[in-house]
Every structure is written in C-alpha cells, then in structure tokens.
C-alpha cells in the first residue's frame, strides 16, 4: 500500500489485508511500539519520527525482514509505508527472492496536498501522533517526492502491477476501488 502521509494508507492497509487473508505489516506502526516499549530501536526512531524524516534504511529492513520470518507470514503480506526508499525496495526485493517470492501488486493511493493537509491536521486533534503537526507533515511531504515517490518508478519498470487508485472519497468507496481493482487483476480475495 503506497501513498503520501495523510493519504489514508493505514487505514484501507487494514481493511484489505482482511479480504486478503494477510497480515497487514505497517512500518510506522511498528516503529511507534518500538517507541513506546523504549526498544534500542525505538530511542533511535523516535527523534527522527517527530521530526518527519526516515529512518535509517538498515534499521527498517531488519524489521521488517525479522517481521517477514514470523509463521504468520508464510502466505504473503500486506505492506504498509514499506519500502519508502529506492534502496528499501532494493532490498526488498532480495529478501523475497531468497523466499521464491516477489512484490505481486502495489496499490498506490491518489490524494491532492490540500486534501492531505487537511485531513492530517484533523488527526492530529484525534489521535494525538507526535508527527502530525504542521511542520512534521511539511517536511513528511517533502521526504516523501524526495525519497518515496521514485519507489513507485522502481516498481514500474518491473513484472508488478501498480493500481492507481483514487484516495479521495468515502472511505468505504475507496475500499471498494481497491477491492475492484484487484479483482479486475485476478486476485484472489475473501468474501466481505
Ligand atoms: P507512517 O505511520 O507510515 O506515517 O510512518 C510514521 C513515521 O515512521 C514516518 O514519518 C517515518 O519517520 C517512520 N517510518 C515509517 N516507515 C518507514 C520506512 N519504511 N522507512 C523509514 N522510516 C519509516
């Protein structure tokens, strides 16, 4: 699941891993327990979180591969804000190939930056992240055209699909988007 902050990635992250059948694997998610259980990892992540930039590509990659080895796993994941840099999905790549595996789609979410400033200041009233101030998401957007959307030119030049889907919406039309989308390319979902 690919987007910009704000464009509801989490949120339709989960909904589709369900009808997927997978876990829904979020980088940002994982690193804020890291913070809140006080990990090593987490007293590294934190001041560069707040500050809107990326954690260090190394750091992110053993998570994520070490998340990749749990037996829930076995049968595919839903990826959730990773990889987030041209050298994540580099690496990405290698660890699935050691599995026989490989990116099967990327469902890239289309929001305008009025609608993505908007909706991350109301949350920041709602769910309190420490990242969801007006200058955490200034500077998340511009990590994001910086380092992020070349991610999605890695994966074009490639055999996986990219759904470009529209994130602007109800949230349960979005879904459906995303759901009609992956039908249309064959795969294979749960009921609702
Ligand atoms: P998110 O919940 O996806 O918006 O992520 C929140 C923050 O966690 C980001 O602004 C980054 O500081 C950090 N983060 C999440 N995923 C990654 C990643 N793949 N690489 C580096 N930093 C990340």
Redesign the pocket.
Known sequence: MFGP?GSG??TQASRVAVRLGVPHV????M??SEVARDTALGRE?KP??D???????D??VRM?DARLNEPDATNGVLL??????VP?AVALDTMLAARHEKVDDVISLEVHDDELKARILKRATTEG?S?DTAE?LAQ?LI?YRQDTAPVLDHYRNGSTRIEAINGVGDIDVITERIIESLKHNGVALRSA
């Not at 979020?26 to 998610?29: E, I, L, P, V």
């Not at 959730?80 to 840099?85: C, L, Q, S």
């Open positions: 902050p990635k989490g979020a980088a940002g998610d690193l804020r992540a560069i979180m500050a809107g930039g990326l954690v260090p590509d750091l992110v994520i959730d804000g990773f990889p987030r840099t994540q992240r990242d955490g998340r990590v």
